[in-house]
């Protein structure tokens, strides 16, 4: 059984830890010379950075909340934020969250948490960019998003779902293909179509959190 076949087969058992495949993914694409595959594995493994291209997979609607001080010792605590007249910056930090961490992480977040969501703080900046234009009279104080936690698992099965169509792609369009020999330059053009269509399907990341810290 060559490689390919074999994370094809433990890709479908659910005991199979999806580090060590992506471990053996890395390896594949090292053996096939097929820098995508071995780049998307290794990010997947160690983490993506703020200038990479995030996959849209990892990229997670987010609702806002915060606490609110008004006239007359007025207190509002965990009042939704509306976003649409919120800076764009802050805006888009609001509403999107780019998930960065490796896979391992995003296993132990999934172990380590049992509320059913998280919660992330706004920075400094943010609040204070948007503090009095959210609710007329109301100053904003603190200000949160809620990632539920079921996107981790989310991510889990979506990088193990994309991995395996990618291998069947290969497997059905390159039945032939060499293993220890790498891709010919025809069949790296295969291989770029089944990548494209199993695997890619990014946006580039803006990092909305920098973009908040750098004003």
């Known amino acids: 059984m060559n490689l390919l076949h074999e994370i094809e087969q433990e890709l479908q058992q659910s005991n199979i830890h999806l580090t060590d495949l992506l471990r053996k993914a890395l390896q594949l694409g090292t053996n096939l010379k097929y820098m995508k595959l071995k780049e998307w594995a290794l990010k997947e493994l160690q983490g993506y950075k703020a200038d990479d291209e995030i996959p849209e997979y990892r990229i997670v609607n987010t609702d806002s909340f915060g606490d609110f001080s008004g006239p007359m010792g007025f207190v509002g605590n965990k ?8 800076p764009e910056t802050v805006k888009e930090f609001a509403e999107y969250t780019p998930i960065f961490e490796g896979i391992s992480s995003l ?18 900046n943010a609040i204070a960019a948007c503090r009095t234009k959210i609710y007329p ?8 998003k809620l990632l539920p936690a079921s996107v981790f ?10 991995l395996l169509s990618f291998l069947l792609e290969i497997e059905e369009r390159l039945p032939n ?7 010919t330059t025809t069949e ?17 990341s803006r990092n909305p959190s920098s973009e908040i810290e750098k004003q």
Do not use: H
């Open 79 to 86: 009042l939704p934020i509306p976003t649409f007249n919120l």
């Open 107 to 124: 296993l132990y977040l999934i172990e380590r948490n049992s509320s059913g969501q998280m919660q992330i703080q706004w920075p400094a």
């Open 137 to 144: 009279r109301m100053s904003l104080v603190t200000a949160y």
């Open 153 to 162: 698992p989310q991510i889990i099965d979506e990088v193990k779902t994309r």
């Open 177 to 183: 293909v060499n293993i220890s020999e790498g891709l």
């Open 188 to 204: 790296t053009k295969t291989a770029d179509s089944a990548y494209r269509s199993c695997i890619s399907g990014s946006i580039p």
